[in-house]
């Protein structure tokens, strides 16, 4: 898997939002990012393009991001995608909802690269170890990164 070769979605209802992730995508080394205002259009650019991680902001209007995580999981064609939601709810109830529902990665708003990155490299790790990619149960996490030509700095 090749950094260049990743899809991204980005789901946000704000459009300042929409270009700051694209931004902090851009510079890890991400280029092919489409973009929703909501969950409604999300599910439209999944169910019609391959997209290999969907990022979702929690609140927005038609369908929110939980509205939309729970339909991703309900498709057996999509429910397979790593889904990474953001919010700026840091109660717990919200973390507990969005886990019990199949979130793969959760980020409190304000976030900065840093942290998407980590974020982002969780799934991927997870992503490799699920398609059975992953044959030595030894490697560190930076072996299986470098594989997959995803650096770790940052």
Do not use: C
């Not at 080394?29 to 489409?34: L, N, S, T």
């Not at 790593?82 to 409190?108: Q, Y």
């Not at 982002?120 to 149960?137: A, G, V, W, Y």
Request: avoid cysteine.
């Amino acid at each position: 898997m090749l950094v260049r070769d990743l899809r991204f979605l980005v789901v946000d209802d704000m459009k300042y939002m929409r270009a700051t992730i694209k931004s902090m995508l851009r510079s890890l080394g991400f280029e092919r990012i489409e973009q929703a205002n909501d969950g409604v259009e999300a599910l439209r650019i999944l169910r019609t393009q391959r997209i290999d991680i969907i990022i979702s902001d929690w609140q927005m209007e038609k369908m929110d991001g939980f509205e939309l995580l729970q339909e991703i999981r309900a498709d057996r064609s999509l429910a397979n995608k790593p889904f990474m939601m953001i919010t700026g709810e840091s109660e717990l109830r919200f973390v507990e909802m969005a886990i019990e529902a199949g979130v793969s990665e959760f980020v409190i708003k304000p976030f900065d690269p840093t942290t998407l990155s980590t974020k982002i490299k969780r799934i991927i790790l997870n992503k490799l170890k699920h398609t059975k990619r992953i044959d030595t149960p030894d490697k560190t996490s930076r072996e299986l990164l470098e594989e997959a030509r995803l650096g770790t700095a940052g």
